[in-house]
C-alpha cells in the first residue's frame, strides 16, 4: 500500500468525511473531476489517481481542524465551502496562470477576489512529500484567513503560515506542529544585520504592499519568530496569545485598525516584548548550530548530547540525510546494530552517498553483526563507488577482515569506526548546512482584479 492510500484511509477513520466524485465538470480544458468534502469543493484534473486526490483533500480537512484551533475565538469563520483547484502537474498549473501578474510561480497560489465566490487555492501534486506538505499546509491557511478575517495583520497572517509550514500527521491522523527551528539561522542573521521595530512590523499592511516592499524578507522571518516565541513559550498563559491576538480581528475592521488592536494588546500583555525577543532570539539554535553541536559531541563521545542535537536538526530538516546518518553513527556506538542499519537506510533514501553507506554498513556487519561475507560485500561496493575515498582503507579493513575471519576471537577492537574519523568525514563535507529561506508569501496586484497570494 502507497504512503498515500495509508494516509487516505487513516485519514477516513478519523474524520469520517465523505469525498464524493461526481461528473466530469463540463466546458473546461483539461478536463476535471468535482470532490466535495466537510469543507472544500476541489476540482481536479480528471487525469490524476482518485487516491492521490482524496489523500490531499483529507490533508486540506485535518489543516482546517488544525486552524480552526487558533480561530476558536475569533468571531468569524469560513462561512463557505474553500475552492481548491487540483492540477495534474506544474506545467498545467503555469499554464493556467497565464495571464495573471503572478511573479513568483515556484509556489502553489492563493487568489482572492472582491467577490470572495471566486477565491481559490491553486495547487498540483509534489513528488516531494516534506515539500507538498508545507506548501499544502502554509496556502491552505491563506484560503483559511482570507476567508475567515481577510483583514488580519499581514505580519500575523505570514507568521502563522510559516509557522503551519512545519505541521506534521499524527499516527492517528491528526494535523500537528511541532517546534522546530527552520528558519532560525536566517532570522538571527537578519537580526545581526539590523533589528527591526516590532511596533513597525505589526503596523505594515498589505494596501500600497507596504508589507512586502519594506524588507520583505526580513519581515517574514521576524513575523515567523514573533508567532514561535509565543506559540512555544515555556509559560502556558502566553502560548494562548496568539489566539486572543486573532479573536481581536474583525472583517469589519479594516487592516489598520486590526494592526493596531493586536499590538496594543501584545505589548499591554508583554510590556518589555522587543527585548523578550531578543533574548528568546540568543537562547536558541539554528540548524547549522546544531550541526555543529552534534558534530562536537560525537567527536568528543557524548553520545546521547549528539542524539539530542541530531535529533533536533532531523526534525528541522527532515528532507536532509546529514543528522540522520550521524543517528546511525551514534546507535552503533550504542551498539544498537539493528537501529543503525535502519537509520543508514534512510540516510540513502535522503541522499547519503551510496559509497559512504556501504562503507558504515560495511562496519555494522563486521563489528556489530560479525557477518564477515557481508561486510566484505559491503566494503566492496564502497571501493567500487569511490576508490578515491575508500580503496586504501577498504583494502586494509578486508585483511584485517580475513584476519579476524578465521580467529576464535571474532573483529579486532582497532577496526571499529569510533577509532576511525572517515565514518563522519564524508558526511561532513556533503551535509545540507544551507539553511531554508522563507518563500515570498504574499503578493498585492494593484489596479488588478485578483490578489495572489503565494
Given at each position: 500500500?502507497?504512503?498515500?492510500?495509508?494516509?487516505?484511509?487513516?485519514?477516513?477513520?478519523?474524520?469520517?468525511?465523505?469525498?464524493?466524485?461526481?461528473?466530469?465538470?463540463?466546458?473546461?480544458?483539461?478536463?476535471?473531476?468535482?470532490?466535495?468534502?466537510?469543507?472544500?469543493?476541489?476540482?481536479a484534473?480528471?487525469?490524476?489517481?482518485?487516491?492521490?486526490?482524496?489523500?490531499m483533500?483529507?490533508?486540506?480537512?485535518?489543516?482546517?481542524?488544525?486552524?480552526?484551533?487558533?480561530?476558536?475565538?475569533?468571531?468569524?469563520?469560513?462561512?463557505?465551502?474553500?475552492?481548491?483547484?487540483?492540477?495534474?502537474?506544474?506545467?498545467?498549473?503555469?499554464q493556467?496562470?497565464a495571464?495573471?501578474?503572478?511573479?513568483?510561480?515556484?509556489?502553489?497560489?492563493?487568489?482572492?477576489?472582491?467577490?470572495?465566490?471566486?477565491?481559490?487555492?491553486?495547487?498540483?501534486?509534489?513528488?516531494?512529500?516534506?515539500?507538498?506538505?508545507?506548501?499544502?499546509?502554509?496556502?491552505?491557511?491563506?484560503?483559511?484567513?482570507?476567508?475567515?478575517?481577510?483583514?488580519?495583520?499581514?505580519?500575523?497572517?505570514?507568521g502563522?503560515?510559516?509557522?503551519?509550514?512545519?505541521?506534521?500527521?499524527?499516527?492517528?491522523?491528526?494535523?500537528i506542529?511541532?517546534?522546530n527551528?527552520?528558519?532560525?539561522?536566517?532570522?538571527?542573521k537578519?537580526?545581526?544585520?539590523?533589528?527591526?521595530?516590532?511596533?513597525?512590523?505589526?503596523?505594515?499592511?498589505?494596501?500600497?504592499?507596504?508589507?512586502?516592499?519594506?524588507q520583505?524578507?526580513?519581515?517574514?522571518?521576524?513575523?515567523?519568530?514573533?508567532?514561535?516565541?509565543?506559540m512555544?513559550?515555556?509559560?502556558?498563559?502566553?502560548?494562548?496569545?496568539?489566539e486572543?491576538?486573532?479573536?481581536?480581528?474583525?472583517?469589519?475592521?479594516?487592516?489598520?485598525?486590526?494592526?493596531?488592536?493586536?499590538?496594543?494588546?501584545?505589548?499591554s500583555?508583554?510590556?518589555?516584548?522587543?527585548?523578550?525577543?531578543?533574548?528568546?532570539?540568543?537562547?536558541q539554535?539554528?540548524?547549522?548550530?546544531?550541526?555543529?553541536?552534534?558534530?562536537?559531541a560525537?567527536?568528543?563521545?557524548?553520545?546521547?548530547?549528539?542524539?539530542?542535537?541530531?535529533?533536533?536538526?532531523?526534525?528541522?530538516?527532515?528532507?536532509?540525510?546529514?543528522?540522520?546518518?550521524?543517528?546511525?553513527?551514534i546507535?552503533?556506538?550504542?551498539k544498537?546494530?539493528?537501529?543503525?542499519?535502519?537509520?543508514?537506510?534512510?540516510?540513502?533514501?535522503?541522499?547519503?552517498?551510496?559509497?559512504?553507506?556501504?562503507?558504515?554498513?560495511?562496519?555494522?556487519?563486521?563489528?556489530?553483526?560479525q557477518?564477515?561475507?557481508?561486510?566484505?560485500?559491503?566494503?566492496?561496493?564502497?571501493?567500487?563507488?569511490?576508490?578515491?575515498?575508500?580503496?586504501?582503507?577498504?583494502?586494509?579493513?578486508?585483511?584485517n577482515?580475513?584476519q579476524?575471519?578465521?580467529?576464535?576471537?571474532?573483529?579486532?577492537?582497532?577496526?571499529?569506526?569510533?577509532?576511525?574519523?572517515?565514518?563522519?568525514?564524508?558526511?561532513?563535507?556533503n551535509?545540507?548546512?544551507?539553511?531554508?529561506?522563507?518563500?515570498?508569501?504574499?503578493?498585492?496586484?494593484?489596479?488588478?482584479?485578483n490578489?495572489?497570494?503565494?
Open positions: 500500500m502507497s504512503k498515500k492510500c495509508a494516509f487516505v484511509c487513516l485519514l477516513m477513520g478519523l474524520f469520517f468525511i465523505p469525498i464524493i466524485a461526481s461528473q466530469t465538470v463540463p466546458g473546461q480544458a483539461p478536463s476535471m473531476t468535482l470532490y466535495q468534502s466537510a469543507h472544500y469543493e476541489v476540482e484534473d480528471a487525469s490524476l489517481s482518485g487516491t492521490d486526490v482524496e489523500a483533500v483529507y490533508e486540506l480537512e485535518a489543516n482546517y481542524t488544525l486552524f480552526s484551533e487558533m480561530f476558536t475565538l475569533a468571531a468569524q469563520r469560513p462561512e463557505d465551502l474553500l475552492h481548491v483547484k487540483i492540477y495534474a502537474d506544474k506545467e498545467s498549473f503555469n493556467a496562470l495571464g495573471q501578474r503572478v511573479y513568483n510561480r515556484n509556489n502553489y497560489i492563493y487568489l482572492y477576489y472582491d467577490d470572495p465566490a471566486q477565491n481559490v487555492l491553486m495547487i498540483y501534486p509534489i513528488e516531494n512529500e516534506n515539500e507538498e506538505r508545507a506548501q499544502l499546509a502554509r496556502h491552505s491557511f491563506f484560503s483559511y484567513a482570507f476567508d475567515s478575517i481577510p483583514t488580519l495583520p499581514a505580519w500575523l497572517r505570514e502563522l503560515a510559516l509557522y503551519y509550514e512545519s505541521l506534521i500527521y499524527e499516527e492517528d491522523g491528526k494535523a506542529v511541532p517546534y527551528h527552520l528558519y532560525m539561522d536566517d532570522l538571527k537578519a537580526v545581526a544585520e539590523g533589528p527591526l521595530n516590532l511596533k513597525d512590523l505589526m503596523m505594515l499592511t498589505d494596501e500600497g504592499g507596504k508589507f512586502e516592499k519594506n520583505f524578507e526580513k519581515n517574514l522571518l521576524y513575523s515567523w519568530g514573533i508567532v514561535n516565541y509565543f512555544f513559550s515555556d509559560n502556558e498563559a502566553d502560548r494562548g496569545i496568539i486572543q491576538a486573532v479573536a481581536l480581528a474583525t472583517k469589519e475592521n479594516t487592516q489598520e485598525q486590526n494592526s493596531q488592536a493586536i499590538m496594543d494588546f501584545l505589548f500583555r508583554k510590556p518589555g516584548l522587543e527585548t523578550d525577543f531578543t533574548n528568546f532570539l540568543d537562547s539554535m539554528g540548524y547549522i548550530e546544531m550541526l555543529d553541536a552534534m558534530r562536537t560525537y567527536a568528543e563521545k557524548e553520545f546521547e548530547r549528539a542524539k539530542s542535537y541530531a535529533e533536533s536538526a532531523a526534525q528541522t530538516h527532515p528532507e536532509a540525510y546529514v543528522p540522520v546518518y550521524y543517528l546511525g553513527l546507535a552503533f556506538e550504542n544498537d546494530y539493528e537501529m543503525s542499519k535502519e537509520q543508514y537506510n534512510k540516510a540513502l533514501d535522503l541522499g547519503a552517498p551510496k559509497a559512504l553507506i556501504d562503507f558504515v554498513m560495511g562496519y555494522v556487519y563486521y563489528y556489530g553483526d557477518n564477515y561475507s557481508e561486510a566484505t560485500a559491503a566494503f566492496q561496493r564502497a571501493k567500487a563507488e569511490d576508490a578515491t575515498r575508500y580503496g586504501q582503507k577498504v583494502d586494509m579493513l578486508l585483511k577482515l580475513q579476524d575471519s578465521q580467529s576464535p576471537y571474532g573483529s579486532s577492537e582497532e577496526n571499529n569506526p569510533s577509532n576511525n574519523n572517515e565514518t563522519a568525514t564524508q558526511a561532513n563535507s551535509s545540507v548546512d544551507s539553511t531554508a529561506q522563507p518563500q515570498a508569501a504574499a503578493e498585492t496586484n494593484q489596479g488588478e482584479e490578489t495572489a497570494v503565494e
